[in-house]
């Protein structure tokens, strides 16, 4: 069946006329009007128009209230990339991330790599995507006859594109995306190519097959198109007519699936990927209405073509737990119905300890989902919710348009390949906290059961038996704490981010406090939660805190107490006198407004952006009481 | 469809690509006369057209077009 480009996308009902109302926004508003229609069905041209149009409707520069940060990426090609731009902006806006774009002179991407005054230089990119062309990088093959010249071939092509990537992280201080080669060349021998060494089409699959191993040395994000085709077909992507006549490889009615995948992993880079998938029950996880079947009356598990549509989409849903995906369930039904086949189903695969919140009540869904992100202690923009009931989809839209609901097909038998191809939870890696997290979200729930049956807080505090490890940053804890700092937004002090290099940088400085805290607790371990780094000033004897976060997961349990605490003493060993902390407001951040106030920092002033420095003197510092004990992690 | 018709959603389109209502196209308008009409989106024009009408051109049938009206009735032979 062919399936309409973007279909898990509400179909846009009246084009001409949400254009029209945008076109008389207030510039200030105009935004969010536009990420609103970038989340609708558009047909090509008017995809295109939004994207001309961002600049006229919003002018030149991102808003103020972004939730994100801007990106300016450039775009290097060996071919026509030109009509891709506009996809990106608005793949961009669907997701909240304003992306200003380059593409510099046809062909001419090493030159202007190589020549520190170009185009691409003035740009500043914050990311370079490598976007080659299948013909650029296996087009100049010989005719080999033994698959060892093959093989030397496609390492050779490799180290080229490596040498590319060291240009643009070194020069340009930019992160880099390489696109995969789209298999454009036609067998020569059918199913049995790689017998053929000088097969054009096999080089590019051994090419792509290499690149990714080369993109996990260089810690560098794949676009891979390659794959994306696999599921909608060469002819979706190419037009050989059109390779010929400009030189387009990605014909331009793919530009905006294109532009979907790219900025799939700018948000994912952010840390802006959805983090939870919320359930509804009835003919979602099951076929019929368990509170007017019963047990015996749903439709669910081997035997017949719908139950086992409904198991394979449960099968998915709890792959994707047990990669990182929270899970959480949102249905209209009698609390003890809705958990029955949970508990007593023998063909569930999903249980009730892989939801991380289980609500099922009578209250309308957009109550709910927000009950569920405070439960949770997540945004509803991390949501997606899923429910096969158009009209339960279309009112949480409307109260809630942050969360994303995908349209979700007819078949259950389709519903794995929707929450897939929508791509929410494309992600660029995975730690050991996203194994496990399941299982945190699961005890963070017991915990707030505990919590509500306990009236003292001190009290309960104290009988999680908590244990805060910590230590310098090392290499092992490194890719959770590049996480970390480029995700967490909420109990955040200044909202700066750094790359995992950076992150070793500071590892290895003698001068700085870069400190990781582990929380572990009676219910399991945490993981690592917060991070701490303190840099030199030019004052000797002051050290500014550059950055403090927390996970949000262990809020309220006076983590930030012991980590402050932690932090002191670590200065004092050095004979640091004082401290200076900063608070950059964001959108999202508030909640840390007055965090060195509560330490007895004293206000040194306020910036014009409402950023507000503090100070304290470490000799006026007593430690402050809490419930955690301390332990130093020896390296 | 008539002409006229084909004419009417061809403008459209290109107001579209172009995000502006301001332009009016005639039988006798050429490229060079719209501003921002260039060779690429005279692609994404065609490419559109294409999925406007539900139709396919030939290389060799865009080489020939000289003004909207050779395109207008382009399309009116592949739809007809």
Same mark, same amino acid.
């Given at each position: 069946?062919?399936?309409?480009?973007?279909?898990?996308?509400?179909?846009?009902?009246?084009?001409?006329?949400?254009?029209?109302?945008?076109?008389?926004?207030?510039?200030?508003?105009?935004?969010?009007?536009?990420?609103?229609?970038?989340?609708?069905?558009?047909?090509?041209?008017?995809?295109?128009?939004?994207?001309?149009?961002?600049? %006229?409707?919003?002018?030149?520069?991102?808003?103020?209230?972004?939730?994100?940060?801007?990106?300016?990426?450039?775009?290097?090609?060996?071919?026509?990339?030109?009509?891709?731009?506009?996809?990106?902006?608005?793949?961009?806006?669907?997701?909240?991330?304003?992306?200003?774009?380059?593409?510099?002179?046809?062909?001419?991407?090493?030159?202007?790599?190589?020549?520190?005054?170009?185009?691409?230089?003035?740009?500043?990119?914050?990311?370079?995507?490598?976007?080659?062309?299948?013909?650029?990088?296996?087009?100049?093959?010989?005719?080999?006859?033994?698959?060892?010249?093959?093989?030397?071939?496609?390492?050779?092509?490799?180290?080229?594109?490596?040498?590319?990537?060291?240009?643009?992280?070194?020069?340009?201080?930019?992160?880099?995306?390489?696109?995969?080669?789209?298999?454009?060349?036609?067998?020569?021998?059918?199913?049995?190519?790689?017998?053929?060494?000088?097969?054009?089409?096999?080089?590019?699959?051994?090419?792509?097959?290499?690149?990714?191993?080369?993109?996990?040395?260089?810690?560098?994000?794949?676009?891979?198109?390659?794959?994306?085709?696999?599921?909608?077909?060469?002819?979706?992507?190419?037009?050989?007519?059109?390779?010929?006549?400009?030189?387009?490889?990605?014909?331009?009615?793919?530009?905006?699936?294109?532009?979907?995948?790219?900025? %799939?992993?700018?948000?994912?880079?952010?840390? %802006?990927?959805?983090?939870?998938?919320?359930?509804?029950?009835?003919?979602?996880?099951?076929?019929?209405?368990?509170?007017?079947?019963?047990?015996?009356?749903?439709?669910?598990?081997?035997?017949?073509?719908?139950?086992?549509?409904?198991?394979?989409?449960?099968?998915? &849903?709890?792959?994707?737990?047990?990669?990182? &995906?929270?899970?959480?369930?949102?249905?209209?039904?009698?609390?003890?119905?809705?958990?029955?086949?949970?508990?007593?189903?023998?063909?569930?695969?999903?249980?009730?300890?892989?939801?991380?919140?289980?609500?099922?009540?009578?209250?309308?869904?957009?109550?709910?989902?927000?009950?569920?992100?405070?439960?949770?202690?997540?945004?509803?923009?991390?949501?997606?919710?899923?429910?096969?009931?158009?009209?339960?989809?279309?009112?949480?839209?409307?109260?809630?348009?942050?969360?994303?609901?995908?349209?979700?097909?007819?078949?259950?038998?389709?519903?794995?390949?929707?929450?897939?191809?929508?791509?929410?939870?494309?992600?660029?890696?995975?730690?050991?906290?996203?194994?496990?997290?399941?299982?945190?979200?699961?005890?963070? !729930?017991?915990?707030?059961?505990?919590?509500?049956?306990?009236?003292?807080?001190?009290?309960?505090?104290?009988?999680?038996?908590?244990?805060?490890?910590?230590?310098?940053?090392?290499?092992?804890?490194?890719?959770?704490?590049?996480?970390?700092?480029?995700?967490?937004?909420?109990?955040?002090?200044?909202?700066?981010?750094?790359?995992?290099?950076?992150?070793?940088?500071?590892?290895?400085?003698?001068?700085?406090?870069?400190?990781?805290?582990?929380?572990?607790?009676?219910?399991?371990?945490?993981?690592?939660?917060?991070?701490?780094?303190?840099?030199?000033?030019?004052?000797?004897?002051?050290?500014?805190?550059?950055?403090?976060?927390?996970?949000?997961?262990?809020?309220?349990?006076? &983590?930030?107490?012991?980590?402050?605490?932690?932090?002191?003493?670590?200065?004092?060993?050095?004979?640091?006198?004082?401290?200076?902390? %900063?608070?950059?407001?964001?959108?999202?951040? !508030?909640?840390?407004?007055?965090?060195?106030?509560?330490?007895?920092?004293?206000?040194?002033?306020?910036?014009?952006?409402?950023?507000?420095?503090?100070?304290?003197?470490?000799?006026?510092?007593?430690?402050?009481?809490?419930?955690?004990?301390?332990?130093?992690?020896?390296? | 469809?008539?002409?006229?018709?084909?004419?009417?959603?061809?403008?459209?389109?290109?107001?579209?690509?172009?995000?502006?209502?301001?332009?009016?196209?005639?039988?006798?308008?050429?490229? #060079? *006369?719209?501003?921002?009409?260039?060779?690429?989106?005279?692609?994404?024009?065609?490419?559109?057209?294409?999925?406007?009408?539900?139709? #396919?051109? *030939?290389?060799?049938?865009?080489?020939?077009? #000289?003004?909207?009206? *050779?395109?207008?009735?382009?399309?009116?032979?592949?739809?007809?």
């Amino acid at each position: 069946m062919e399936r309409e480009r973007f279909y898990w996308l509400p179909p846009c009902r009246d084009w001409s006329g949400e254009f029209g109302t945008l076109s008389k926004t207030d510039p200030a508003e105009a935004w969010s009007g536009i990420v609103k229609l970038a989340r609708t069905r558009l047909e090509y041209v008017q995809s295109e128009r939004l994207a001309r149009a961002v600049g %006229r409707l919003c002018g030149e520069l991102p808003p103020n209230s972004l939730p994100t940060r801007p990106i300016r990426l450039a775009l290097l090609g060996s071919s026509t990339v030109d009509h891709l731009t506009a996809s990106l902006r608005i793949g961009g806006a669907r997701r909240d991330l304003w992306v200003d774009s380059y593409t510099g002179s046809y062909g001419q991407y090493w030159q202007e790599l190589e020549n520190p005054d170009s185009g691409l230089f003035r740009f500043r990119p914050t990311t370079v995507l490598f976007a080659f062309d299948a013909a650029h990088i296996v087009g100049h093959a010989g005719e080999f006859t033994a698959s060892t010249e093959a093989d030397e071939f496609t390492d050779a092509a490799i180290e080229r594109v490596e040498g590319f990537w060291t240009m643009a992280k070194e020069r340009l201080g930019a992160s880099v995306i390489q696109q995969t080669l789209l298999p454009v060349s036609p067998p020569l021998m059918g199913g049995n190519e790689h017998r053929l060494p000088w097969s054009p089409a096999y080089l590019v699959s051994q090419f792509n097959w290499k690149l990714r191993a080369a993109a996990d040395r260089a810690r560098i994000d794949l676009l891979a198109i390659d794959r994306a085709i696999e599921s909608d077909g060469l002819d979706a992507w190419h037009d050989s007519a059109l390779w010929l006549r400009a030189k387009q490889e990605v014909r331009p009615g793919a530009a905006p699936a294109y532009g979907d995948l790219v900025a %799939r992993l700018l948000a994912a880079q952010q840390g %802006r990927a959805s983090k939870c998938l919320v359930l509804d029950l009835d003919n979602t996880l099951w076929g019929g209405t368990i509170g007017d079947d019963g047990l015996g009356g749903i439709v669910l598990g081997e035997g017949n073509a719908a139950g086992e549509a409904f198991l394979s989409f449960q099968r998915y &849903v709890r792959r994707l737990s047990r990669r990182g &995906v929270i899970l959480a369930v949102c249905s209209k039904n009698d609390e003890h119905n809705a958990r029955l086949p949970f508990s007593s189903h023998p063909e569930m695969m999903l249980k009730a300890d892989d939801i991380a919140c289980f609500v099922a009540n009578w209250s309308d869904k957009a109550s709910n989902l927000r009950d569920i992100a405070g439960r949770l202690n997540i945004g509803l923009d991390s949501f997606v919710f899923a429910d096969d009931n158009p009209f339960e989809r279309n009112i949480v839209r409307q109260e809630l348009p942050m969360v994303m609901v995908p349209e979700l097909p007819e078949d259950p038998a389709r519903y794995a390949a929707c929450i897939a191809d929508a791509g929410y939870f494309d992600t660029t890696q995975l730690t050991k906290e996203d194994f496990e997290r399941a299982t945190l979200y699961r005890d963070n !729930a017991k915990r707030r059961s505990l919590e509500s049956s306990t009236t003292d807080l001190a009290g309960y505090l104290r009988s999680l038996n908590m244990q805060l490890h910590y230590g310098q940053f090392e290499d092992i804890s490194g890719a959770r704490v590049t996480q970390l700092i480029n995700k967490t937004n909420q109990f955040n002090l200044t909202t700066k981010r750094y790359s995992e290099d950076g992150v070793k940088r500071l590892a290895g400085d003698p001068e700085a406090i870069a400190l990781h805290f582990r929380l572990v607790d009676q219910f399991g371990d945490n993981g690592i939660i917060s991070v701490v780094i303190a840099l030199p000033t030019e004052h000797s004897q002051v050290l500014e805190i550059d950055t403090w976060l927390m996970s949000c997961r262990v809020l309220g349990r006076q &983590v930030e107490h012991a980590a402050m605490n932690v932090l002191a003493e670590k200065a004092r060993q050095r004979g640091i006198k004082a401290f200076l902390g %900063r608070f950059i407001p964001t959108a999202k951040n !508030a909640m840390v407004a007055n965090h060195y106030e509560s330490f007895g920092f004293l206000p040194m002033g306020a910036h014009e952006n409402g950023a507000t420095l503090w100070r304290l003197e470490l000799d006026r510092f007593n430690p402050i009481s809490n419930p955690i004990s301390l332990i130093e992690e020896s390296l | 469809m008539t002409p006229a018709e084909i004419l009417a959603q061809i403008n459209d389109i290109l107001r579209d690509l172009l995000d502006d209502d301001s332009i009016q196209l005639t039988p006798e308008t050429t490229s #060079k *006369q719209v501003a921002g009409w260039d060779s690429a989106l005279h692609i994404s024009l065609i490419v559109a057209v294409e999925h406007r009408f539900d139709i #396919k051109f *030939q290389t060799a049938e865009l080489e020939e077009l #000289k003004d909207v009206g *050779q395109l207008v009735r382009l399309v009116a032979s592949k739809t007809s």
